[in-house]
């Protein structure tokens, strides 16, 4: 089963803002706006459409009702809701309803990113919300009616696949810049702005529109914080992928403390192993890493208090390569897998990490690195 917004397609960059995706959900207990005509493959929905029903519930009673015992389900994934050909891309003050809880696609499609980039795509984001998980857990009359459920495909829950990705193995190869510009900042103080507004900031939100927090990670009610297998994933062979951090973060002196701009919140856990999203998740080789100039080495920052993630493992270096930051994506202020990547490049997959990096010391040794 695939979740299929309504999509925005971009051939030259342009903006998007303002725009609400509602999600799965959502979507599916609204009969007002929108009819049993748009669900193809579903026949006597009206049996099995409230205001109150989750996305577990429906599926369960419809395939228990409506399909046969012979039936497979072996995936619930999601498509993109924006793609990007070229060109400058903003996107601004939007808000995403969670898609699916499952992985998968069809074939070489789409890995259920919220923007799908196709080509040289320079992304801008900021003022984003992301609206709650969708949770499969179990299907006990489906099952037990006969219906084989491939659960690593199906259960979990999650808001989507992940954020951003092209779509490898078999798009072009591309020049990618992702980066989170501030487009208000207010209270000068000498050089110093306060840049900590929801224009500014992504919005990690629980299904009542909370924030997500680190206590509710693992939350079966609702509470758990929108997360994602990946934020950061796919990206094709052969593609140079430039990250910007927080320009509000390039001196400490540009802003007054406790005033950055960042992430709001707090991912849940991914459903696959118990832990947060992945930061940057590369499956092909090789790949070019670079960061933007003037930023600090830290891709992802904690709204006001501009807490960066670093990494708090010892540290092993190699060329062009990566290790996890953490050993619990709970031990950093956002619940991110992310990793520390070492300026260089692999010899066996010619993968390359370059740019803006920060000098930390490994084993007496200086080296240049990027939290990513």
Partial sequence: M????????????????????????KTLNDTTNFPNSIYSGFENLEDYRNTTVSMEDFLDNYMDAELPGTYQFDKYYSFANIFVDKGVFQLNNCVFGPKCSGLGSIGYGDFGPTVRLRGDVDLQMNGLYFLGTIRIAALADAVAKGVNVITDNVYGTRHSQCLVSTREP?????????????????????????????ANCIHILDNNGHYGLMANREATDGTRGATFESLIHGIAPGSQITTGGFSSYQSSAFTNPNHHHGWAGVFGDDSDD?????????????????????????LWQQARTGTRLT?????????????????????????IRSRVWYKGIDTET????GGSLETITISSTDREVFYG
């Fill in 311 to 335: 990494s708090d493992e010892t540290l092993t270096y190699d060329a062009g390569n990566s290790q996890l930051a953490y050993g619990d994506s709970a031990d950093n202020a956002l619940n």
């Fill in 2 to 25: 695939a979740a299929r917004p309504s999509y925005l397609s971009f051939a030259e960059g342009g903006s998007c803002n303002g725009v609400i995706w509602l999600g799965a959900d």
């Fill in 350 to 353: 010619a993968q390359v990490v």
């Fill in 274 to 298: 118990g832990q947060g999203p992945k930061g940057i998740e590369l499956t092909i080789d090789p790949v070019t890493l670079f960061r933007q100039p003037s930023y600090q080495g830290s």
């Fill in 170 to 198: 078999v798009s072009a190869p591309g020049a990618i810049k992702i980066s989170f510009p501030y487009v208000v900042q207010f209270n000068p103080s000498g050089d110093n702005y306060d840049r900590d507004y929801d």
